[in-house]
Structure formats: C-alpha cells, structure tokens
C-alpha cells in the first residue's frame, strides 16, 4: 500500500513556475513508477509526466517538453514537478499516482496509461492565468 499527498498547486500568472511536490509513505516506494497526470474540466486524464523506479528513463506529454521537469528522490520517497513558462492552458488538477513495477520489467518502465496505477493522490489545483 502506498499513500500519496500532493503539493505545490497554486494560482499563479501565465510565464510563471510552479514546483510541485508528492509525498509517498508505505512500503517500496522504490519499486513503483511515478506519474503526473492532470485532469482539466470538460477533458479526460491525462500523463502530463512519468519516471521509472530508478529515475533512470522519464516522458513528457509533447504540450510540456520543454517546460516540466519529474524528478524523485527515492531516499525521501518524493516525486517532483517542476513546472515553468505556465500556460493557461496547463491549468488542471494535477494528480501524482504510483505503477508498481515488478522486478522483471526492469528499472526503466514506466507507464503512461491511467489504468495502469494502483496508488493516487487526491489531486492539488493550478491555475494558470493570462
């Protein structure tokens, strides 16, 4: 089991950064990829970014390359994401969630299918203006 805690989310003008940030407790957080997704009114879930347990392999949803960082910290069981030059269009609710990945996948599998994680926060708000 593992639980996660968002947050970071803010309002914040368009151009802005935000860092997000998503505290996980439990067992293994080692073993689990992470994911950001975001979830707009009107618009399905999507992966906005995920890394693989060992950090070792990361994706970005095309929108974001460029702009958002994931990064974790395995020893703090922290996943982060920075975000910078925000758009409007970036706002959302952004929701950490957690894959685990059995030890035959590998260290750099990562998922980018909803469907596919167990564990999710409860989402933290942006707001991006113009």
């Known amino acids: 089991q593992v639980q996660l805690v968002e947050s970071g989310g803010r309002s914040v003008q368009a151009g802005g950064s935000l860092r997000l940030s998503c505290a996980a407790s439990?067992?293994?957080?080692?073993?689990?990829?992470m994911g950001w997704f975001r979830q707009a009114p009107g618009k399905e879930r999507e992966c906005v970014a995920a890394i693989s347990t060992s950090g070792s392999r990361l994706y970005y949803t095309d929108s974001v390359k460029g702009r958002f960082t994931i990064s974790r910290d395995n020893a703090k069981n922290m996943v982060y994401l920075q975000m910078d030059s925000l758009k409007p269009e970036d706002t959302a609710v952004y929701y950490c969630?957690?894959?685990?990945?059995?030890?035959?996948?590998?260290?750099?599998?990562?998922?980018?299918?909803?469907?596919?994680?167990?564990?999710w926060g409860q989402g933290t708000q942006v707001t991006v203006s113009s």
């Open positions: 969630a957690a894959d685990y990945v059995p030890t035959y996948r590998g260290e750099a599998y990562y998922s980018t299918s909803s469907v596919e994680y167990d564990y």
């Open positions: 439990g067992r293994s957080f080692w073993s689990h990829a």
